[in-house]
């Protein structure tokens, strides 16, 4: 199964079928044991289809990532001898009749895709290419998924989308008021008209289980509506943490990215953000390197990030996609140690931003969901609303009906805060609790004697 968004998750595919024509070899010179059928799968597959057809002559299968149905017709065209191909993307495939099984029936988060494609054609992502164009899953089947879950005893859910503000539901029809691109956006498509919109989805999934955290990612910035700002201060199960991808701190290089706002509309979305959202995590994608990028250019992304100050970024040096515009229309000119030089320097920077940003939160209590036991140290692990990790030693603490009890997996618990690095946090465990408990508490400024 593969992507093609970046480079170097092409690259682990072509490593990984290196060893895969080796071991197909082997089985085909031992006597026992059935042959072995290659396939590749998603992205990549229907972004490469003639590389992989002609240079990869061990592939038996090469299957788009809208071409799921078509799998067991492709397998039995390998039994001649024939290499099978479907890569043709589907104008309404949205998997919304497909129940994900759950590998690890113990995990408590779960992602669910709530659409697919993308229509925002920036000049330097392939994913319109490899996806197709934008569509979105019905919200009954949503609910029904998230319902699921709930009952399987999932705690966190995260919205998975390309864009997920852009999500309609057009089967679904709504006289409500439809809202324009704020000023300083602009968009390469018509604005999307009818269906339910994303802040819709968010009140109907955030009022499955009063006590599942809701995540989404990722949201553009060009279109960030007012109404999804507002249901996440009306929901305490919302997370007040959200994926803004700025991508650069350059207007022009904005511009040549055609990501269809400017260096000042973008911090001006951020403040509005803050504004109704106070104490709102923010996390970001930024590109270095992209093509013409000056070192004036670049050091407007440094500024932004000093400016906005995220506590949590994913940074990548620029590397050329193929049937991208920028493909067809730049040059990529930037040399890749001046690339290297500026990756490094956006992570110094964002490492800093962070230690600031989490010394900060020393001796506060947060809410923390058990996730896991680190096998090293022993110790639990959990995330606190910021989508960061929070440490805590196993131990028996203040249960909800006032007795003492040990933390478990799945455990919702007030931690006070006593150690802070850049990516993950230190806390000694006080109580119990709940979404709703905790933030009734802390709206209240209830106060709770915690014998340590």
């Known amino acids: 199964m593969t992507c093609a968004i970046r480079e170097g998750a092409e690259i682990k595919i072509w490593h990984r079928l290196d060893h895969l024509r080796g071991f197909k070899r082997q089985r085909a010179m031992s006597k026992n044991g059935y042959p072995v059928k290659i396939g590749i799968l998603g992205c990549m597959a229907e972004r490469l289809k003639e590389k992989l057809i002609e240079k990869e002559k061990s592939v038996d299968i090469v299957a788009g990532p809208d071409s799921y149905r078509d799998l067991p017709r492709l397998l039995a065209v390998t039994e001649n001898g024939q290499t099978a191909v479907n890569v043709l993307l589907s104008l309404d495939e949205t998997y919304a009749d497909v129940v994900p099984v759950r590998l690890n029936k113990n995990n408590i988060t779960a992602f669910i895709s709530v659409m697919r494609g993308c229509d925002n054609m920036c000049t330097y992502c392939i994913v319109p290419f490899t996806r197709g164009k934008e569509r979105s899953r019905p919200v009954t089947s949503i609910v029904d998924e998230i319902k699921l879950l709930s009952d399987q005893g999932v705690k966190e859910v995260t919205l998975l989308g390309q864009n997920v503000n852009s999500y309609r539901d057009i089967s679904q029809q709504t006289e409500k008021y439809e809202t324009n ?137 620029y590397s050329m996609r193929e049937k991208t515009t920028a493909y067809r229309r730049y040059k990529d000119d930037v040399p890749n140690d001046v690339k290297k030089d500026r990756h490094t320097r956006m992570l110094k920077l964002y490492i800093q931003s962070c230690h600031v940003l989490n010394q900060a939160e020393l001796g506060k209590v947060h809410l923390v969901l058990i996730e896991s036991i680190n096998k090293k140290t022993q110790q639990l692990v959990g995330r606190n609303e910021m989508y960061l990790k929070v440490n805590v030693d196993q131990t028996e603490i203040l249960s909800e009906d006032g007795g003492k009890r040990a933390i478990k997996i799945g455990d919702y618990v007030a931690v006070k805060i006593t150690d802070a690095k850049a990516s993950a946090f230190s806390g000694v465990p006080l109580y119990h609790t709940s979404i709703k408990e905790f933030y009734r508490d802390k709206c209240y400024g209830n106060e709770i004697v915690v014998q340590l």
Do not use: W
């Open 181 to 317: 691109l704020a000023k300083g956006f602009k968009t390469v498509y018509k604005t999307k008209k009818g269906g339910l919109r994303f802040a819709d989805l968010l009140e109907k999934v955030s009022s499955v289980d009063p006590e599942m955290r809701i995540r989404f990612t990722a949201a553009h910035p060009k279109d960030f509506p007012d109404e999804v700002l507002q249901i996440i201060t009306e929901r305490s199960n919302i997370c007040n943490q959200l994926h803004l991808p700025a991508q650069s701190g350059s207007s022009t290089v904005l511009e040549r990215m055609r990501r269809g706002y400017t260096r000042e509309a973008y911090l001006e979305l951020v403040a509005k953000v803050r504004s109704v959202i106070p104490g709102v995590a923010l996390s970001t994608d930024m590109i270095c390197g992209f093509c013409g990028e000056t070192e004036e250019e670049f050091q407007e992304t440094l500024t932004l990030m000093e400016t906005v100050r995220y506590h949590t970024a994913f940074l990548f040096s």
